[in-house]
């Protein structure tokens, strides 16, 4: 495996920054001075901000899809797979109140700026949506599967932003024990708690 290149190292501090700063608060300068580069080499590999971003939301995606594979690989019924989308607030829980979520932070952001990169971003959630919609049709519920699939994305985003909002750990773990609750009456028997 190849050592990482400038560039795969221009992407991971934009990711950083736009996630805890916003796209619009993070400059060339920002990320310049996070990767220790002179702005002319900066400029040799991304001519724009709006090129940096587009390489985030590639990252991004890229690893959303490992993170889903994973899932895939490690869970045992399609119940497990939901469960590990549903503890990645308990997972992710200290940036999450201190940043919000970076898929539904930078959407948010890019939709209100009208960004020409905002359906793009958006692809996060949709590979998302689709891959939550896959396991409640293996679950049994096919008729209803992208209903499910948008019901548990939208409480996570709510959980998300009000975490962010209260910092309040005590209040994701009610949270994310209630999506538990609420996957096991679509389930026979499966377990999941706030751990």
């Not at 869970?75 to 200290?94: M, T």
């Not at 750990?169 to 708690?193: H, P």
């Amino acid at each position: 495996m190849s050592a990482k290149t400038t560039r795969d190292h221009i992407v991971e501090a934009a990711n950083q920054l736009f996630y805890h700063q916003g796209y619009e608060h993070t400059s060339f300068s920002h990320i310049a001075d996070a990767v220790q580069i002179s702005r002319g080499n900066f400029y040799y590999h991304f001519k724009s901000k709006d090129e940096i971003l587009d390489a985030v939301i590639d990252a991004r995606l890229a690893n959303t899809r490992k993170m889903l594979e994973q899932w895939e690989a490690e869970g045992d019924s399609p119940e497990d797979r939901i469960r590990s989308f549903i503890h990645i607030l308990i997972v992710n829980r200290n940036p999450i109140k201190r940043y919000g979520c970076p898929v539904g932070t930078l959407c948010t952001e890019l939709a209100k700026l009208n960004h020409a990169s905002k359906t793009e971003a958006n692809r996060l959630f949709t590979l998302f949506r689709t891959w939550l919609r896959r396991q409640f049709t293996l679950l049994g519920h096919k008729s209803d599967a992208d209903a499910l699939a948008m019901h548990l994305l939208a409480r996570s985003q709510g959980v998300a932003t009000l975490a962010n909002a209260f910092h309040d750990e005590k209040f994701i773990r009610q949270e994310v024990k209630q999506m538990c609750d609420w996957l096991e009456s679509y389930t026979k028997g499966a377990e999941c708690d706030g751990k």
